[in-house]
């Protein structure tokens, strides 16, 4: 398109603002679907597997009720993380419903609250730095002579 001496400026930026597509999945397959981080095979073919499952969720995703009602009515589709929510948020009150009508309550709650603290864990942040070798950090005695050297 962009060597078509035939297209408009303004098709061309159009065309191109098409890109952020790509760009928009990447970020919906990293960030809420977490193949970024779970990552276990390198190369073409690892890349591959994890394209495959991506899609495949997303795929899965398409049966939520309230997106299937969307892409029946022929409306925009919702966004994958925000699906992935609702699908979460389904789960907890599935829990919940159950815990209400259970014959046991109490138990109920420790089993629960057992299950979510070994599934919600904390995790250390990378972003802090924490347990990173920062080196020396101090200049070497021939640096020292050498910067000495330069002022005189």
């Excluded at 809420?32 to 591959?48: C, I, R, V």
């Excluded at 109490?106 to 990378?126: G, H, R, W, Y």
Aim: proline letters at 5%; charged letters at 25%.
């Amino acid at each position: 398109m962009a060597s078509d001496l035939s297209w408009r400026t303004e098709d061309i930026i159009r065309a191109y603002s098409l890109r952020w597509l790509i760009e928009v999945f990447f970020e919906n397959w990293k960030g809420y679907e977490g193949w970024d981080a779970l990552t276990k095979q390198p190369g073409n073919e690892g890349s591959e597997h994890g394209l495959i499952l991506s899609l495949l969720v997303d795929h899965c995703l398409l049966t939520q009720p309230d997106q299937l009602a969307n892409l029946k009515h022929k409306q925009p589709a919702y966004t994958v993380g925000s699906v992935i929510n609702r699908v979460r948020l389904e789960g907890i009150l599935t829990v919940c419903q159950d815990l209400a009508t259970s014959q046991d309550p109490k138990q109920q709650l420790e089993q629960i609250t057992v299950a979510f603290q070994e599934l919600f864990q904390l995790n250390p942040s990378d972003k802090h730095m924490v347990g990173r070798d920062l080196g020396r950090l101090e200049p070497t005695p021939a640096l020292k002579y050498r910067a000495m050297e330069c002022l005189s």
